[in-house]
């Protein structure tokens, strides 16, 4: 099925970048890091998936708690 | 004597002019042709300081070109180029007029060497592009396009209080780094107007109110010039201030949370303008060399991705009549094209390597790290994941995907598709040769954006950002709501607040108010009033009276004397005689 197969092309995609960010920095030094943490392995992998994770949660939250509205809520 | 120096603005704005006497073909040429001259004009102009009037005894300067507004001229008239072909089809000759104006207002902004040419210009803005959500013609529409302008009313009067004051306090017009007077209260008003326009929150509200009501031409005109000129004016007077570093950086996480409550696709869009400014703003108060040129780059990239975003997304509003994601999904069955050249945009505007804000957004990100500030770094690095999550998947998904919501459009006219293909020429073009843009930012660019970790560590965090994304799918379906913003306190806070002192003000009114009037200017007036009344009755009224009395009696008397017998004459005569002989005989 055409759906199944980009999907496992998805997820080869993302191994690679992973091994990538992992791999790359021990072979080559072109030493761009500001800061310590960017030298975790696979830093952007980790740093990418949580934030897009804490921004749907978080917005969410505050949403639901406090800033949506019925869709006529300006309406007169 | 040759003419040294011609204003493009006053060539956007004069020749508009034309354009309602036109018709057809030629007038679709005017169109083209008053954009391209302008940015001929931009282009063979040569850095120096033009354009000096004397006003008032006041030294205006309308011509500062240097480097800074050489680059920004460069990327308005290169977007109202793309916005004009984009609008070619339309036969509303205001709309076009009210475009070129706002245009040529923003580069009046750009080249104004002083304050009140700026404040001029500023205005001008204002009123002309409130006229491009006003010309939409819908009752929404016209109430989003009132708000607008008495939002940007305010901000022009904090300017021009701002202006005044500074202009009394060091009798000077200038427009230059306000470095020296931080702090002052001319200081903050000029910069509360320049935050407003910058849509910085909490003063942004008006930005996606007002975007979506817009017409769908005009719409791309509003992403790319009143928040960019008011980053431009940003850097020119307050590079290096620390607090615009840390409102950029929650300007940009704060667009990207709304943007997740969102569910009209162009206020979504609307709200990541928020964000991407975030990052400007962020750079300009950083104020290193990188820094700024960071933010001068991201404006000029921004400003061309996010038109070609609203062209993508007013293209489905136009052809569809559809602006809910909840109503969308399944259009890319019809719309290819429309779906290609925006997913460039999309691209560019979350910084995939080869496209344009991946050069430009980096440079920001980097000066933050070159300055050792983790916790900014952090920030703007989770807002481009953000930025990924919705512009470049959520918003496709739900409109071109998703569930098939039977809605079908066909693509639209060929002008909208060759500006959307134009914009997103550029972004691949900046995006892969990124010295073409490094060569005009203001300060020389020691920066290189491909490295290996950079390029590596960017695919790991947008390809994890999208495994999120499909991982958390069911949770992101857009709901049928509106979300509160800042623009809650004029549009309900406002009525509410009359609404809730209604009672504590009747009861002020009538026991404070109402006493204090009672004792003032009631008891006094009633006073008097019995005074005058009593003096009337019985001073006034007496008197009159009295001679009445006094008449009435005498001529009783009289009357008793005139008896009509000849012997009581003749006494009477006799006696007068008499008493006159008695009184001369005294007299002498």
Known sequence: MRFARVKRVFYVGLAVIALAEIILPLIFHDGQSHFSFENFPAWGSIYGLLSCVAIIVVSKLIGKLWLLRGEDYYDD | ?588
């Not at chain 2, 011609?6 to 030629?26: F, N, T």
């Not at chain 2, 063979?44 to 008032?56: A, D, E, Q, R, S």
């Not at chain 2, 779906?339 to 999309?346: C, E």
């Not at chain 2, 109402?514 to 005058?532: H, N, T, W």
Request: charged share 10%; hydrophobic share 55%.
């Open chain 2, 1 to 588: 004597m040759t003419i040294e120096w011609v204003h493009p603005g006053l060539l956007l704005i004069a020749g508009a002019w034309i354009l309602p006497l036109l018709k057809g073909q030629i007038k679709r040429a005017a169109m083209l042709f008053l954009p391209a001259a302008a940015l001929i004009d931009c282009l063979f102009m040569i850095p120096g300081t033009y354009g000096v009037t004397n006003f008032l005894g006041q030294e205006l300067t309308f011509g500062r070109v240097d480097s800074l507004s050489l680059v920004f001229s460069y990327v308005f008239l290169i977007m109202a180029f793309i916005g004009m072909v984009y609008a070619l089809h339309v036969e509303d000759s205001a709309q076009h007029v009210a475009a070129l104006t706002y245009v040529g207002g923003a580069l009046g902004v750009t080249f104004a060497g002083d304050f009140l040419s700026l404040y001029v210009f500023w205005e001008l803005m204002a009123i002309s592009s409130s006229l491009l959500i006003l010309l939409q013609r819908e009752r929404s529409a016209i109430a989003a396009g009132f708000r607008y302008f008495l939002v940007h009313i305010v901000g022009g009067l904090f300017l021009l209080a701002g202006i005044v004051l500074h202009w009394s306090q060091t009798g000077s017009l200038a427009f230059a780094d306000m470095g020296a007077y931080s702090g002052g209260l001319a200081w903050t008003l000029i910069l509360l107007a320049f935050l407003l326009n910058a849509a910085v929150p909490p003063l942004g509200a008006w930005l996606p109110d007002a975007y979506p009501e817009a017409t769908v031409t005009g719409a791309v005109f509003m992403t790319a010039f009143t928040t960019k000129s008011a980053v431009y004016a940003l850097i020119r007077g307050f590079a290096g201030t620390e607090l615009l570093v840390w409102l950029g950086a929650i300007m940009a996480i704060h667009g990207v949370v709304y943007a997740v409550l969102e569910n009209d696709g162009r206020r979504l869009l609307a709200y990541h303008i928020i964000s991407q400014v975030g990052y400007m703003v962020c750079g300009v108060g950083i104020g290193t060399a990188l820094a700024t040129n960071g933010a001068t780059a991201h404006a000029f990239a921004h400003i061309l991705y996010k038109g070609l975003l609203f062209m993508g997304a007013g293209a489905v509003l136009q052809m569809t009549g559809l602006r809910k994601l909840t109503d969308m999904g399944g259009l890319y069955k019809t719309m290819p094209v429309t779906l290609g050249l925006y997913m460039i945009g999309a691209f560019a505007i979350s910084a995939v390597p080869l496209f344009s804000g991946f050069v430009s957004k980096s440079m920001v990100v980097s000066a933050a790290g070159e300055d050792h500030r983790a916790a900014i770094f952090l920030m703007l690095t989770l807002a481009s994941a953000g930025t990924f999550l919705h512009t470049g998947l959520k918003l496709p998904y739900y409109m071109f995907f998703g569930k098939d919501s039977g809605a079908r459009g066909k693509e639209p006219p060929a002008n909208m598709l060759v500006a959307m293909g134009l914009a997103a020429a550029a972004c691949i073009a900046i995006g892969v040769f990124p010295g073409l843009l490094y060569a005009h930012l203001p300060n020389p660019v020691d920066y290189v954006p491909y490295t290996l970790q950079h390029v590596s560590s960017t695919l790991g965090i947008l390809g994890f950002t999208a495994l999120g994304f499909f991982l958390l799918l069911k949770h992101l379906d857009p709901v049928r709501t509106v979300s509160l913003d800042t623009d809650w306190f004029y549009r309900r806070g406002s009525a509410r607040l009359v609404r809730v002192l209604q009672g504590p003000l009747t009861r002020l009114e009538y026991s404070f108010v109402g006493q204090i009037y009672d004792f003032v200017i009631r008891r006094p007036v009633l006073g008097a009033a019995e005074v005058f009344r009593k003096l009337d009755s019985f001073v006034v009224d007496s008197a009159m009276v009295g001679v009445g009395r006094w008449t009435q009696t005498l001529s009783q008397v009289l009357r008793a004397a005139v008896s009509g017998n000849a012997q009581h004459y003749g006494l009477m005569m006799a006696t007068g005689v008499l008493v006159l002989l008695i009184v001369a005989m005294v007299i002498r």
